[in-house]
């Protein structure tokens, strides 16, 4: 007897939790179909080795295509010309959230990576496709942030942390130079600070 009162009760909480999943749904895809057009508006979580939402498996190394679209397109930079707070890009990290990308200026964000790190990325492209600097540092840092290798983040002190994975093209191939990549971020604003390529495989 006890057991068919308990019944009901687990079905209504059942039905309570799914309908409480169900409106949560609703109201986050009303509120990203509301958000600025910017690279990873909707991106979603990919842990290591899982398989992406494209079909690709994610092994924490970053795979720039050697040819695709100009990123992250001339309607997104001209607002950093009126706004430094500006998106240029969102990533969901399994770590800290929601991140972002910003305008920024010559400390942090993507001005500040274009001053001090375009002829880093112009060396990791060329000779490996028709894509521009900033389309390698942007699917290097949505790819790091997103899928990144077992032990990262890690803590980079004074409230920053780092992330950091193996760099290769879709042919296989890998920078002579600089064949990783590292970005770090504010885990208090929850803004990356910059990403640059390195020698140096980790943080």
């Known amino acids: 007897m006890p057991q068919q009162r308990r019944r009901p009760a687990v079905t209504v909480v059942a039905a309570v939790i799914a309908a409480g999943l169900v409106a949560g749904g609703f109201a986050l ?5 509301g958000e600025d057009p910017v690279i990873g508006g909707g991106a979603s979580t990919v842990t290591p080795g899982a398989t992406a939402a494209d079909g690709t498996t994610r ?18 930079l001209d607002r950093c010309d009126a706004d430094r707070r500006a998106v240029v890009a969102r990533y969901e ?7 972002e990308l910003q305008c920024g200026t010559s400390g942090q964000g993507y001005e500040h990576i274009r001053v001090r790190h375009t002829a880093d990325w112009q060396d990791v492209v ?7 600097w900033d389309d390698a540092m942007l699917t290097a840092v ?7 290798p077992a032990g990262y983040p890690q ?11 193996p760099v290769r093209f ?8 600089e064949p990783n990549v590292r970005v770090i ?6 803004r990356v600070i910059t990403a640059f390529p390195t020698d140096d495989g980790g943080c």
């Open 29 to 33: 895809t009303a509120q990203r179909s």
């Open 59 to 76: 092994d924490g190394t970053v795979t720039i295509e050697r040819s695709g679209p100009d990123l992250p397109g001339g309607d997104v």
């Open 93 to 99: 990290t399994a770590a800290l959230g929601r991140v």
């Open 126 to 132: 060329r000779g490996h496709g028709s894509r521009d």
């Open 142 to 148: 949505r790819s790091v942030l997103e899928a990144p």
């Open 155 to 165: 803590d980079a002190g004074d409230g920053k942390v780092c992330y950091a994975a």
């Open 170 to 177: 879709d042919d296989g191939s890998r920078p002579s130079a």
């Open 185 to 190: 971020v504010s885990e208090t604003t929850d």
